[in-house]
């Protein structure tokens, strides 16, 4: 596996609370052992990681997932999703939030202008 693949499936990981806030990560050889690649590959990903606020590390301890603010939906992104699930149920089309296209079209649409 790559070390990009490593970093987004890490990611969704954090993001998706599959580890919580301040949780000890696997040792390097764990992850290395799960994702069939060396310990200098994680050892990079986790740089990456560190580098992006994901993750903070304690020397000699090992490395934790770090608090972030972007990882809570906020209200308004809730209603943002409500509104567009609402929407096109109203409009008989099935919703599938991993068709972004559809998503980032809604949002532009009805809420983009209240950002600026």
Do not use: C, H
């Amino acid at each position: 596996m790559k070390y990009e693949e490593i970093i987004q499936d890490m990611k969704v990981k954090i993001i998706q609370g599959y580890w919580k806030i301040d949780d000890k990560l696997p040792s390097l050889r764990q992850l290395a052992r799960k994702y069939k690649t060396s310990s200098n590959t994680i050892a990079f990903a986790f740089r990456i990681l560190k580098d992006e606020g994901y993750i903070f590390s304690i020397p000699a301890v090992g490395y934790f997932i770090k608090k972030r603010k972007d990882f809570q939906i906020s209200k308004q992104v809730k209603t943002i999703l409500k509104s567009y699930y609402d929407a096109e149920n109203k409009n008989g089309n099935l919703i599938n939030f991993t068709s972004t296209n559809l998503l980032s079209k809604y949002i532009n649409n009805n809420f983009i202008s209240y950002l600026f």
